[in-house]
């Protein structure tokens, strides 16, 4: 008998090393022969861990299953009957089947140590066939694709590429932004544990394409499985001839390594993830001159987010039309979007570009977990804007929200019930802008600090009408006065939670105005 | 699960150093794999990284304080870190980060006397949808609700 149980940091924390272990020692008990294989996670998130048994109908899901169930679900499995945890194929599921997994096709499915069963799942086809395209080739299919950079910027990516493949150095790199810091987000995460190769095939494109023989993933340390994943992955990649020189014998180089940051969330923003990989303080870099041009060490640079790079095989596998195909206006492709915080179904759930917030948080995410109305959502990340359910009708794409005065960013979604105050979270958007900026810039370094106290006496109802304007004034000079987005975007949510939840800053303005 | 580190010893700390000579911009590197070992970055060793890396003092220093992930000290014997992040507020992260302190007695950041136990912050741990998280020493843990932090935090004590 043959059983699947997730590896993903997600599972593990709600315990399926513990659930492993039972039921190595159950089937020892009874002699059984059990084989464990471990996955990534499917990320039905509410239903981890989820365990899954390769049965004649395909594989079946139980979950979630706690250490008290693993001798009832055993039985279960053993007999492939009923039992109350069996969720069926796991496939058929609905919540996973109206997605359109591209990126996240092998995840939760193969077994992310092993190369020949990455190879089993189409793995590696989008790197042949990038060895007989050559450059001009692999740069067509990027552009066709409509690929955008999905770190958040959203910059084409075959442009970026271009830029570099033209560069004349004498040295180039890829580098990979693992430096995941958004709260509300772990698709990163979860690819790296759950399906390494695909990144690491990724950027081998990416290096044949521009020219670069060395890449480096700048992981952060808060993700220590999937520094592991990462490692394990390299090792195996090169032990198959994957990785290092003359790949496969094509004539093509290239190697990598895992780089570990060291807790600062600004060197997420990439000329701060260069300086840190040199070996310095995360300060961010002017612009330009661009990263593609003067990147690390100074030599041209492709630079972009793990899900950027884990898009690529597939883009080259199946076509840049097969990517192309989904999306809407300029967003094209899917979007693995992280449904997170106060949320009934919380996990991934990558779709093509469109679908509306209000499908994701109620039709999809099933509202919240407490059960109490959802007040607020903030979508991309600390740096994102707070949407009120009037605004749920807004399209998943990043000119929509932009429109809108927020951000896709990273793809992360946060729900928040009617218990939330919103003075409260604009004072830690604040809050955390001060902690976390890297002090190049006034506007950031000391703005974020006078937001704080700013706040503080709105929400002690000190002068509130002029102090609301001192606030708009200082996401003023922030959003237009800072390099990097950490002090340009942290006035998102500020602002957002200002004009859509007026009434947890004070009394309103005319009651004041009376008052006064 | 505790952490055993070794004492500072400066051949040791040497021997580290040496090690990573060769890695291209490897001060970061360095910094991690000292506070592997000792479990804090002694101020001993920031001149001998100067040194091996053709760095001032001040450069290294300013590298080392400028990650919040490097210690000036050893830790208590027992690391809590309790995510802060928007996706565990959400959830009901502060409320439980409160019980924390006041059942170990010390404030976010700061080791109880007896230096048992460290209480720290940390930005999200990426386990947003199964919130609240934390990890004690290594070990990841979600869903917290009061019943699970209190058992971390004894489990921490004891």
């Known amino acids: ?93 609905p919540w996973l089947k109206r997605q359109t997994r591209l990126t996240f096709v092998r995840c939760g499915v193969v077994d992310p140590r092993s190369v020949e069963d990455y190879r089993a799942h189409d793995g590696y086809k989008g790197l042949e066939r990038a060895l007989t395209l050559g450059t001009i080739g692999i740069l067509a299919d990027v552009s066709a694709s409509g ?27 890829i580098v990979c932004n693992a430096d995941e810091g958004d709260s509300g987000t772990f698709a990163d995460r979860m690819i790296m544990e759950g399906d390494p190769f695909v990144v690491i095939e990724g950027m081998t494109i990416a290096g044949i394409a521009v020219g670069a023989t060395k890449g480096y993933i700048y992981i952060r340390s808060e993700y220590p499985h999937a520094v592991i994943a990462l490692e394990e992955g390299i090792k195996a990649a090169r032990r198959a001839g994957w990785l290092g020189d003359n790949i496969r014998g094509s004539g093509h180089s290239f190697d990598m390594e895992v780089r ?35 990147g690390l060490f100074g030599k041209p640079t492709v630079i972009n987010n793990v899900l950027s790079f884990a898009a690529i095989p597939f883009i080259l596998n199946d ?19 992280q449904l997170a915080g106060n949320i009934k179904f919380g996990g991934l759930f990558e779709v093509a570009f469109g679908i509306t917030l209000g499908e994701l948080i109620d039709d999809v995410g099933g509202g919240t ?73 006034t506007p950031c370094r000391i703005g974020s600090t006078r937001g704080v106290e700013t706040i503080d006496k709105i929400r002690r109802g000190e002068r509130v009408a002029e102090n609301i304007a001192v606030l708009e004034d200082l ?37 004041l105005q009376a008052a006064e | 699960m505790t952490s055993v580190y070794e004492p500072w010893d400066e051949t040791r700390g040497a021997e580290i150093i040496a090690g990573l000579g060769d890695v291209e911009g490897g001060t970061i590197v360095m910094l991690h794999a000292l506070q592997e070992a000792f479990g804090y970055v002694p101020a001993a060793a920031i001149p001998m990284i100067a040194e091996a890396r053709n760095l001032s003092r001040a450069e290294v220093h300013g590298v080392f304080t400028f990650y919040h992930d490097f210690r000036h000290e050893p830790a208590g014997k027992h690391v809590l ?46 386990l947003c949808a199964t919130a609240p998280s934390a990890m004690l020493d290594g070990r ?19």
């Open chain 1, 1 to 93: 008998m043959k059983i699947f149980i997730p590896l993903d940091a997600g599972s593990v924390a709600v315990g399926a090393d513990e659930i492993a272990a039972a039921f190595v020692q159950l089937a020892e008990q009874r002699s059984l022969d059990l084989e464990i294989v471990r996955t990534g996670s499917r990320g039905l998130y509410w239903l981890e861990p989820m365990i899954e048994l390769a049965a004649p109908e395909g594989r079946v899901a139980f979950g979630p299953v706690t250490e008290a169930d693993v001798g009832s679900v055993l039985d279960a499995m053993s007999n492939n009957a009923e039992h109350a945890l069996r969720l069926g194929v796991t496939d058929e599921i």
């Open chain 1, 260 to 294: 570990v940051g060291a807790g600062a969330y600004v060197c997420g923003e990439e000329t701060s993830l260069l300086e840190s990989l040199e070996g310095r303080r995360g300060i961010v870099r002017a612009k330009p001159p661009l990263p593609a041009h003067k």
């Open chain 1, 147 to 173: 690929l955008r950079g999905r770190g958040g910027a959203g910059f084409p990516t075959g442009i970026k590429w271009k830029t570099v493949a033209e560069a004349q150095a004498d040295r180039k790199f």
């Open chain 2, 81 to 126: 870190k309790l995510c802060r992040a928007e996706a565990c507020q959400a959830a009901g992260g502060d409320a439980l980060v409160a019980r924390a302190e006041s059942k170990l007695g010390i404030s976010m950041g700061k080791t109880t006397p007896d230096q048992r136990v460290t209480l720290e912050p940390i930005y999200c741990l990426g």
């Open chain 2, 140 to 158: 990841l843990v979600g869903r917290l609700d009061e019943k699970r932090i209190d058992a971390l935090v004894a489990e921490a004590q004891r």
């Open chain 1, 475 to 511: 996401s003023n000079t922030m959003k237009f006065g800072s390099l990097c987005a950490l002090g340009g975007f942290t006035p998102y949510p500020v602002m957002s939670a200002l004009k859509h939840f007026r009434e947890d800053f004070g009394p309103p303005p005319a009651h």
């Open chain 1, 319 to 337: 076509g840049a039309k097969a990517y192309a195909d989904f999306g809407m206006g300029r967003s094209r492709g899917t979007m693995p979007i």
């Open chain 1, 369 to 441: 977990f407490t059960g109490k109305p959802v007040r607020a959502v903030q979508v991309g990340g600390p740096l994102g804007a707070y949407f009120p359910r009037e605004m749920f009708d807004t399209p998943f794409d990043y000119e929509a929200f932009a429109k809108r005065d927020g951000l896709i960013g990273h793809g992360g979604i946060v729900v928040f019930d009617d218990s939330v105050d919103m003075s409260k979270q604009a004072r830690f958007a604040m809050e955390f802008c001060a902690v976390e900026s890297c002090g190049k810039c």
